[in-house]
């Protein structure tokens, strides 16, 4: 008799743990003005007495999940890293890209010039390795420079699968250089638009370009035919120029963000936003947006001096960094996560240095 009052009392424990389960669930959806799928979840499992909107589920989750990522890093700590290699424009550089293997980089420049420089090049230099020869082609980490902007040169993109450089410029235009053909100075297709171009992104196919621009309006292009396509919603749109695109690694959707203080995030394939964060950095220009690798985080920065990690899933600021003598005053710069993902990197002004 024993056993079996002791296995009721398992069972009873096991039914309230379920339930309180249950409660939590139901209070985070309240609380998330998920009220009608809170109630059918609600009556479907009995809870009794009702729930009342409570963010606990969150707390408990949150708390949980900072114990678990306090992780020793497996990358040398931020101030062990120093400069390589430096080059010069003739004028102020405003824009910079990795190509996807790592190998080159792009540098745009204000007196609409484009480099592309060696990184192995960069390499030997920082090491006195190799010929000293300052022409392009001679060992000189500048192995390409290109001329065809006609004003300042404010975004570049390699390709992700072929040798293709973007670049966008205030001069409207959008130029895809052929960077395999050395001797070539000249962009081998135009895209134009009626603003300056603020921002490009190529989707992780090629196949198409997404852009940002002092307008408000999301430009999605197809590379091939130069069509462009923009969402219908004018409720889906920004209300202030377009300061930086980002696709999701997956390409399943993309994120903008806007000098009109938000943040969007929009589907990848019917090019139509399905959710905006308002006032992301109180109100303030957001200057930069970057995805987590596995797509669930947005990183932005603002200019309340701030940078937010977002949780996608939830629409919620996770962490706000605050850096280290940041003043309020900041231009319109980019915050981004280091190879591993283990730091948060943004430069500081007031402090002119980089926070990690």
């Not at 969150?58 to 890093?73: A, G, K, P, R």
């Not at 940078?307 to 605050?322: D, N, P, Q």
Request: aromatic share 10%.
């Amino acid at each position: 008799m024993s056993d079996i009052n002791n296995a009721k009392s398992k069972i009873c424990i096991k039914n309230r743990n379920h339930l309180y389960i249950y409660s939590l669930i139901i209070s985070q959806l309240f609380y998330d003005s998920h009220s009608t799928i809170a109630s059918s979840l609600a009556a479907q499992v009995n809870v009794d007495p009702p729930c009342s909107s409570s963010d606990r589920l969150m707390s408990v989750v949150t708390n949980d999940l900072e114990f678990e990522i306090n992780v020793i890093c497996t990358v040398p700590e931020p101030f062990l890293y120093e400069t390589v290699c430096v080059t010069s424009h003739k004028g102020a550089c405003r824009a910079g890209a990795f190509s996807p293997d790592g190998q080159l980089i792009a540098t745009g420049n204000s007196d609409a010039s484009i480099k592309i420089l060696d990184v192995e090049r960069m390499l030997a230099k920082a090491h006195d390795i190799g010929s000293t020869d300052n022409q392009e082609g001679q060992g000189h980490p500048v192995i390409q420079t290109l001329y065809d902007p006609l004003e300042e040169v404010t975004c570049l993109e390699f390709h992700p699968n072929k040798p293709i450089l973007a670049s966008g410029s205030r001069d409207y235009h959008v130029k895809l250089f052929d960077y395999s053909k050395t001797s070539v100075k000249k962009g081998f297709k135009t895209i134009d638009d009626v603003e300056s171009i603020t921002c490009i992104r190529f989707h992780p196919l090629g196949d198409f370009i997404v852009m940002g621009t002092n307008s408000p309006i999301v430009r999605l292009y197809d590379i091939n035919t130069v069509q462009c396509f923009v969402c219908s919603v004018l409720s889906h749109q920004h209300t202030g120029p377009i300061t930086l695109i980002k696709f999701e690694p997956g390409a399943r959707y993309f994120v903008s963000s806007s000098r009109d203080g938000s943040i969007k995030l929009w589907n990848g394939v019917f090019n139509k936003c399905y959710n905006t964060f308002e006032k992301a950095h109180y109100g303030s220009q957001v200057c930069s947006v970057t995805f987590s690798r596995n797509g669930k985080y947005i990183l932005s920065s603002g200019k309340d001096s701030l940078v937010k990690l977002w949780e996608l899933s939830t629409g919620r600021c996770l962490i706000a960094y605050t850096g280290a003598g940041t003043t309020g005053k900041q231009h319109r710069i980019q915050a981004l996560f280091n190879h591993t993902e283990e730091y948060v990197m943004f430069p500081d002004e007031a402090a002119t240095s980089l926070c990690a």
